[in-house]
Each structure stands twice: as structure tokens, then as C-alpha cells.
């Protein structure tokens, strides 16, 4: 079965708005598209009986710093049935960064979603437990931003027994 003619197809198939651009790098198949179809798209890749995505390995940010659109989130899957990963893009703008939760359709990405939220913060709508994982609830940055300073922020940050 050739997915990486097959899950375009489907997809535009039932979702004929979605404009999608897809590449293929070192068998890497990657689709990126409008952060507005995030669920409904993971949803279908999930539930769809010829594809069967069900695991959701991974979801993290890349930070571009300087473009418009400032992340990028990325979604790791995986149909443990075909033995195939396919990753997913949504680009987030900084002066909105919030995007659709996914956790209801993979129950992995509530953890995942929570690291991103916390070292990029990119907010995800209609999380269930949208809280930091590794840093305090009151500290104000997010570490893995370009703009965070590499040796940290002195006193930004109160250190046990101190």
C-alpha cells in the first residue's frame, strides 16, 4: 500500500478545503496544513479503517524566531497496524499561539502537549490539564524560545534552600 499517495488523496478527498503541502524527505512523510483542521485531521487519520494512525508518538515546536508565523507545531504518528509514521505541521503565529488539542483523539498528547505548552508556550485549545510540567506555575518564560537566554535569566528562577 503506498501511503504517501494514499493519505493525500484521502484527505482531500474529505476535506476538500484543506490545502495541503506534503513532502517526502528520506521516506519521511511530512503534511502541513492550516492549524484549523489539526483535530478534525487527526481524528479522521485515527479513526479511518484503512489508515489507522493510533498512536501519537511525539508533539513538539520548532521556533523560527523571525518568520512570521514564529512555531511551527509538529506531530510524530504512527499506525502500529502498517508500520508507518507520518508527521504532521501546523504553523502558529506568536501573536496567537494557541492551537486545537488533540489529546481527545490520542490520550498521549495530553502529556506531549503540556511539554510544548511549557517549554514553547504554545497554548492548546480545550486541553483538559493545559498546566507546566517543569518549570513553576509562576515563572513567566519559556525556555526553549529563541529568545531565552542560553545560561538562563539570573534570579528569574528561586533555587532550593535558597
Not at 480545550?126 to 542560553?150: A, G, I, Q, S, V
Request: aromatic content about 14%.
Amino acid at each position: 500500500m503506498n501511503f504517501k499517495e494514499i493519505i493525500p488523496q484521502k484527505l482531500k478527498e474529505n476535506f476538500p478545503e484543506l490545502d495541503i503541502e506534503v513532502s517526502d524527505f528520506r521516506n519521511d512523510l511530512t503534511l502541513k496544513f492550516d492549524k484549523k483542521f489539526i483535530h478534525d485531521v487527526s481524528f479522521f487519520l485515527k479513526e479511518d479503517e484503512e489508515l489507522q494512525f493510533n498512536f501519537c508518538e511525539d508533539v513538539t515546536a520548532i521556533d523560527w524566531a523571525v518568520r512570521k508565523n514564529r512555531f511551527t507545531v509538529v506531530y510524530h504518528i504512527f499506525s502500529m497496524k502498517h508500520n508507518f509514521r507520518l508527521r504532521l505541521k501546523c504553523d502558529v503565529d506568536e501573536s496567537d499561539s494557541t492551537i486545537d488539542t488533540v489529546s481527545s483523539v490520542w490520550k498521549t498528547a495530553n502529556w506531549l502537549e503540556r511539554e510544548t505548552y511549557d517549554m514553547y508556550g504554545v497554548k492548546f485549545n480545550n486541553h483538559p490539564d493545559l498546566r507546566r510540567m517543569y518549570m513553576p506555575e509562576e515563572f513567566e518564560y519559556h525556555p526553549l524560545r529563541k529568545d531565552f537566554p542560553l545560561m538562563g535569566i539570573p534570579g528569574s528562577l528561586s533555587l532550593p534552600g535558597k
